[in-house]
């Protein structure tokens, strides 16, 4: 009796993750795609408000959190193929404020034809360094204001 308690444990399991491996979303693997590993690579090594990249942007504001004695939750970084050349890379971030938490979604689009990073959402934006071309006005005397904003 107690053997057959076992395997119908196991393929309980065994079901539950084939059904977790069905379900998960289309986020690509960057190891197993070299395309969405580039596109990765892309987002994080690029320049960002008031800091060389974008990863040691994230890095900063993790220590800064924990400085503070505050709580940070970074999600996992996400790539998602989009049409041809094109990726999406998402990242998730819970931070704790003074007297309540956080959330915002990084979203950037890649297009590795011309290597270029594009912010999609209000958060990624808010890091992406102010170029001429953009056409943002700049903060009074040109200093990159702090990421993000504090609360």
Do not use: C
Not at 30 to 49: G, I, W, Y
């Amino acid at each position: 009796m107690s053997k057959v308690i076992h395997y119908t444990v196991l393929a309980l399991l065994l079901a539950g993750g084939l059904a977790y491996w069905w379900m998960q979303p289309p986020g690509l693997n960057p190891m197993l795609d070299p395309q969405a590993a580039e596109a990765l690579a892309l987002v994080q090594t690029h320049r960002a408000a008031g800091y060389p990249t974008i990863l040691q942007a994230f890095n900063e504001r993790a220590r800064i959190q924990d400085a503070r004695k505050l709580g940070l939750r970074l999600g996992e970084w996400k790539v998602i193929k989009q049409d041809g050349q094109r990726y999406e890379v998402r990242i998730y971030m819970r931070e704790q404020g003074t007297t309540q938490w956080f959330e915002r979604d990084f979203i950037w689009h890649v297009d590795l034809e011309t290597k270029r990073v594009n912010a999609a959402s209000l958060p990624a934006d808010g890091l992406m360094p102010e170029g001429p071309e953009s056409g943002r006005p700049r903060a009074p005397g040109g200093e990159v204001p702090p990421f993000p904003p504090t609360m």
